[in-house]
């Protein structure tokens, strides 16, 4: 999730919106995001579009199960 946090911080510095920005990512075992959700003050606004972009390109270490989920939050703040 360090990976992201540069592009997640881009997208604070473009709408300059604060708050808390929580993830609900679904990932299959070879790494790659099956699909994301946003939730919290974000979603349906133009900073949450800019994170959802971010979210979906994310990549993870490959892992033995078939798919994990997990909860992320991002604060977005300076």
Do not use: I, W
């Amino acid at each position: 999730m360090n990976a992201l946090r540069p592009q997640v911080y881009a997208c604070f510095e473009k709408f300059k919106v604060p708050g808390l920005a929580q993830f609900d990512f679904v990932v299959a075992g070879n790494g790659t995001v099956n699909s994301v959700r946003l939730s919290g003050a974000f979603f349906g606004t133009p900073t949450g579009a800019c994170l959802l972009d971010v979210a979906k390109n994310a990549h993870f270490t490959r892992f033995g199960r078939e798919r994990q989920q997990f909860v992320y939050p991002f604060f977005l703040r300076q």
